[in-house]
């Protein structure tokens, strides 16, 4: 508990000054940056990091199009370059898997698209949701009380509730008490931030929503 206590403090050390320059190219470079990471991550998951052929790409992509995103007024310009660039990587790897006659199978080459595709647009949705009119500058801050308040108060109710494993396999301490005190928590921690919001601004919340 300790260790996940001093992790969160200085991830928060790190993250909440970048947030407070959202409006800027930091809060850009920030995204690409982990977006690299979870790349990178999602290639280990996947076996394929030693794949060259595969990985480079992968890093590119995940870098270039969160970096783009504030390039174009037209986001729907932009998101159909952004999808542009993901199917070009997957005619790619087929065409990979076809050249290597077998020794890189199409199985691979779509989990390594699909996971690139998760994970860049995944991201780059902070910037998009933050560049939204009106109420972008406080809906983007949704995922992160979402992912702090989820996993704070699921690892609590947890080690307090837990007795009825979740997936073994997948994440041995998870439990399924765990996982709906981690969503109750999170709509609670939503409903509270846009009480705040409401309080600091003249804006009404859709509660229910």
Not at 75 to 83: E, I, K, M
Not at 103 to 129: E, G, M, P, Q
Request: aromatic share 16%.
């Amino acid at each position: 508990m300790l260790i996940r206590t001093i992790t969160a403090l200085i991830g928060l050390a790190i993250v909440v000054p970048i947030l407070y320059f959202s409006n800027t190219y930091i809060f850009v470079a920030f995204v690409a940056l982990v977006s690299f990471i979870a790349a990178h991550e999602m290639l280990g998951c996947i076996g394929q990091r030693k794949e060259l052929a595969v990985s480079i790409p992968f890093y590119i992509i995940s870098v270039l199009i969160p970096a783009l995103s504030r390039t174009f007024e037209n986001v729907y310009l932009y998101c159909t370059l952004s999808f542009g660039i993901i199917f070009v990587y997957m005619f790619y790897l087929f065409s990979l898997s076809v050249l290597t006659r077998g020794r890189y199978l199409v199985k691979d080459a779509a989990l390594a698209v699909s996971l690139c595709t998760y994970t860049v647009f995944a991201f780059t949705s902070l910037i998009l949701l933050r560049d939204m009119d009106g109420i972008g500058k406080y809906v983007y801050l949704l995922p992160f009380v979402g992912a702090w308040v989820s996993d704070i108060f699921a690892y609590i109710c947890g080690r307090l509730f837990g007795r009825h494993k979740l997936i073994p396999e997948v994440s041995p301490k998870k439990t399924v008490e765990g996982m709906i005190g981690g969503i109750l928590f999170t709509m609670l921690g939503f409903a509270l931030y846009g009480f705040i919001i409401s309080k600091m601004y003249n804006i009404v919340p859709n509660y229910l929503v």
